[in-house]
Antibody, heavy 114, light 112 residues
Framework: QVQLKESGPGLVQPSQTLSLTCTVS????????VHWVRQPPGKGLEWMGR???????SYNSALKSRLSISRDTSKNQVFLKMNSLQTDDTGTYYC????????WGQGVMVTVSS | DVVMTQTPPSLSVAIGQSVSISCKSS???????????LHWLLQSPGRSPKRLIY???NLGSGVPDRFSGTGSQKDFTLKISRVEAEDLGVYYC?????????FGAGTKLELK
């Protein structure tokens, strides 16, 4: 069945780079788009960017200078890298299949703190 | 960016009651292909969001028909008939017509 699972460090120091992996199963990255969405604690949802089925990427302009999304289709993985992290980047990071996903990962909580 | 304004921010309901949530966008959500990419999600406590309705009125897989969506252009409504306990949580509208995709601030549905 379709599954997405985020993984990565729970704690990142300010000014450092966040690296997250979304490992998918049950579908092909060459057939579906995968998106990243984040949610600060107790707050709403923010779309970050996407990896299209053809390898193209799109980013939220508010994050574009800091954000990079890539993939490894042989490993069924999509990667998120965001640099210059600050405390307001703390939150839960989700990967989803499709723009407003029909499938979501469980999310990974990231805390930015020294 | 397209601003999505949801009202009310919270709702207190009794089981079996019907409720409506409004979502208004700052721009028309009709895409160049003629379709309207307005969606509704539910985030139950401690859970990932789940898509309820896509493209204004299409029920997601496994979503009960107590949920319905209507609207056009910039004005949309989610209706829940006969609220059940499992419906409690935060409802979000979202648009995927314009980049960057944006979400409403959410409507929290609580038990009265």
């Amino acid at each position: 069945q379709v599954q997405l699972k985020e993984s990565g460090p729970g704690l990142v120091q300010p000014s450092q780079t966040l690296s997250l992996t979304c490992t998918v199963s049950g579908f092909s990255l060459t057939s579906y788009n995968v998106h990243w969405v984040r949610q600060p604690p107790g707050k709403g949802l923010e779309w970050m960017g996407r990896m299209r089925y053809n390898g193209d990427t799109s980013y939220n302009s508010a994050l574009k200078s800091r954000l990079s999304i890539s993939r490894d289709t042989s490993k069924n993985q999509v990667f998120l890298k965001m640099n210059s992290l600050q405390t307001d980047d703390t939150g839960t990071y989700y990967c989803t299949r499709g723009a407003v996903g029909d499938y979501w990962g469980q999310g990974v909580m990231v805390t930015v703190s020294s | 960016d397209v601003v999505m304004t949801q009202t009310p921010p919270s709702l207190s309901v009794a089981i079996g009651q019907s409720v409506s949530i409004s979502c208004k966008s700052s721009q028309s959500l009709v895409y160049s292909d003629g379709k309207t990419y307005l969606h509704w999600l539910l985030q139950s406590p401690g859970r990932s969001p789940k898509r309820l309705i896509y493209q204004v009125s299409n029920l997601g897989s496994g979503v009960p028909d107590r949920f319905s969506g209507t609207g056009s252009q910039k004005d949309f409504t989610l209706k829940i008939s006969r609220v059940e306990a499992e419906d409690l949580g935060v409802y979000y509208c979202a648009q995927t017509t314009h980049f960057p995709y944006t979400f409403g601030a959410g409507t929290k549905l609580e038990l009265k």
